[in-house]
C-alpha cells in the first residue's frame, strides 16, 4: 500500500509540474486564436513569428543577455567557490560569504530598485551607464553569480582532496594540479550552474523591469506586457520554441554529467 501511494504521490507531482508545460506545447499547434477551443493541427503560428519583430528582437536580446550573465556568472562563481572552499581562514570570508548569499534571500524587487538607484546615481557621476543591454547583464550577473557560487561550491566541498595531494605528490605545480585535476572535476557542476543561471537570467522579468531602457525590451517583459490585453498564440509557439531548446540542452548535460562520472569511476 505504501509503494502504491509512493508511486501515485510521484505521478501527482510530475503531472502537476509538467502537465502546464506540456499543454503550452500543444496549443502552439492550435489552429484557433481562442487558447481554451481547440481546432485542430497548424503550424501557422510559428510561421507568424517571422513576422512578429517585437517577438524575435525581445527573444534575441534575451538570449544574448542569458548567455553573457551565465558565462561571465560561472567564471566569477568557480574563483569564489574556489576562495570560499580551499582558503577557509582568509580575513573578511564571513563578509564575502554573507554578500554571496545575499542575492539568493533578498527579494528581487529590492535588488532591482537598490541597482536602479545606485546606476542612476552613478549615471549622474560618470554620464553612463545609460539603461539597455549593459544594465541587464550586471542586473542579472548580480543574480546569477550567487547561484553559481552556491552550486559549484557544492561540487568543491565533495570532491576528495586526496586526488589533488596525489598530484601534488607526483611532481604537479598547483597551477597545473587546478587546470589538469581540479578543474575537470568542477566541470559538470560549472555546466549545470551556466544552464541555471542561463535559465534565470531568460525568464526574469522584475529585474528586467527596472533596468531596462529603451530599444532594450527582453521577451519576458514583451509577454508580460501583451498578457494584459490578451495573448495570441504566437506567444505559444515562442515559448514551445524555448521549451524545446532547453529540454536538449538539458539532455545534453545530463548525457556529458553522466558519461563525466562513468570515466570517474571507472579511473576511481
Known amino acids: 500500500m505504501t509503494g502504491r501511494l509512493a508511486r501515485f504521490w510521484l505521478v501527482a507531482v510530475f503531472l502537476f509540474l509538467y502537465l502546464p508545460i506540456f499543454s503550452l506545447v500543444l496549443f502552439s499547434f492550435n489552429d484557433s486564436e481562442l487558447p481554451n477551443v481547440w481546432r485542430g493541427l497548424t503550424l501557422r503560428w510559428y510561421h507568424a513569428l517571422g513576422a512578429d519583430e517585437e517577438l524575435i528582437q525581445g527573444l534575441w536580446l534575451s538570449l544574448k543577455i542569458a548567455f553573457i550573465s551565465a558565462s561571465i556568472s560561472i567564471v566569477l562563481g568557480t574563483l569564489a567557490a574556489y576562495a570560499l572552499v580551499k582558503y577557509p581562514a582568509f580575513k573578511g570570508r564571513a563578509l564575502f560569504a554573507g554578500m554571496i548569499s545575499a542575492p539568493l534571500v533578498m527579494p528581487e524587487v529590492v535588488i532591482g530598485l537598490s ?6 546615481a552613478v549615471q549622474r557621476l560618470l554620464g553612463f551607464p545609460e539603461r539597455g543591454v549593459l544594465t541587464l547583464v550586471l542586473g542579472h ?7 553559481a557560487t ?3 561550491k557544492a561540487r568543491l566541498v565533495e570532491m576528495n582532496p ?4 596525489a598530484a601534488m605528490d607526483l611532481g604537479a605545480h598547483p597551477s597545473q594540479v587546478f587546470w589538469l585535476v581540479t578543474l575537470p572535476l568542477m566541470l559538470p557542476a560549472m555546466l549545470s550552474a551556466w ?3 542561463f535559465t534565470l537570467s531568460l525568464d526574469d522579468v522584475v529585474l528586467s523591469a527596472f533596468l531596462s531602457g529603451p530599444g532594450s525590451t527582453t521577451l519576458p517583459l514583451v509577454i508580460f506586457s501583451r498578457a494584459r490585453l490578451g495573448l495570441s498564440p504566437s506567444i505559444n509557439a515562442v515559448a514551445a520554441l524555448i521549451v524545446f531548446v532547453v529540454s536538449a540542452g ?5 548525457y556529458f554529467m553522466a558519461r563525466s562520472q562513468k570515466v570517474r569511476t571507472r579511473i576511481a
Open 115 to 120: 541597482l536602479l538607484l545606485f546606476l542612476v
Open 162 to 165: 586526496q586526488l589533488e595531494e
Open 141 to 147: 550577473l548580480l543574480v546569477g553569480f550567487a547561484y
Open 195 to 197: 544552464l541555471l543561471t
Open 250 to 254: 538539458v539532455i545534453a548535460a545530463s
Open 150 to 152: 552556491v552550486v559549484i
